[in-house]
């Protein structure tokens, strides 16, 4: 594997009909803006795209869970920074912690946790990664200290007193 990144980072704007009446970002929302850009950065950054492989080998992960916290609204118009990392995996699942931030990232929007099962569609069952994705997942994992998303709530939470605005 050549040097791939483990953070993976993409920009977006807050588009109108994903707003509330107050001209912030919608809960349910958030967790498309998430998966859109890990979508597109998995493309982008690790030529893995997730539809052509359920087209062309009938194997790709499904959501399995989300847990979000909604710190800072994120506003009609805005341009937002999304960063990704791997945070765990196993045979059949991936861990994934995303966040939001403003566009100079000086203020944390949203913390989402996203599990993944692989899945093989023709057989409608969890499929096993393959060492191929295994290597890969080695290569790009970038574990956090924390056990819970609770825990990793009050780390964020506490770093940004001293570090964002």
Not at 46 to 55: E, L
Not at 90 to 97: A, F, G, I, K, P
Request: net charge positive.
């Amino acid at each position: 594997m050549k040097n791939l990144p483990k953070l993976l980072e993409s920009k977006a704007k807050i588009r109108f009909q994903d707003c509330d009446p107050f001209n912030h970002l919608n809960n349910g929302s958030y967790i498309n803006y998430f998966m859109n850009h890990r979508e597109d950065e998995l493309v982008s950054k690790y030529d893995i795209d997730i539809y052509k492989m359920a087209n062309t080998i009938g194997k790709s992960w499904v959501s399995s869970s989300n847990q979000i916290t909604y710190i800072r609204p994120a506003l009609l118009m805005e341009t937002v920074i999304i960063e990704s990392q791997l945070i765990n995996y196993t045979t059949s699942d991936l861990y994934v912690e995303m966040r939001m931030y403003n566009a100079n990232k000086s203020q944390l929007k949203a913390v989402i946790w996203s599990g993944f099962t692989h899945f093989n569609l023709l057989k409608l069952s969890r499929e096993q990664h393959t060492d191929e994705l295994m290597k890969l997942f080695q290569s790009v994992h970038s574990p956090i200290d924390a056990k819970t998303f609770e825990e990793r709530i009050k780390q964020i939470k506490k770093s940004s007193r001293k570090t964002f605005v």
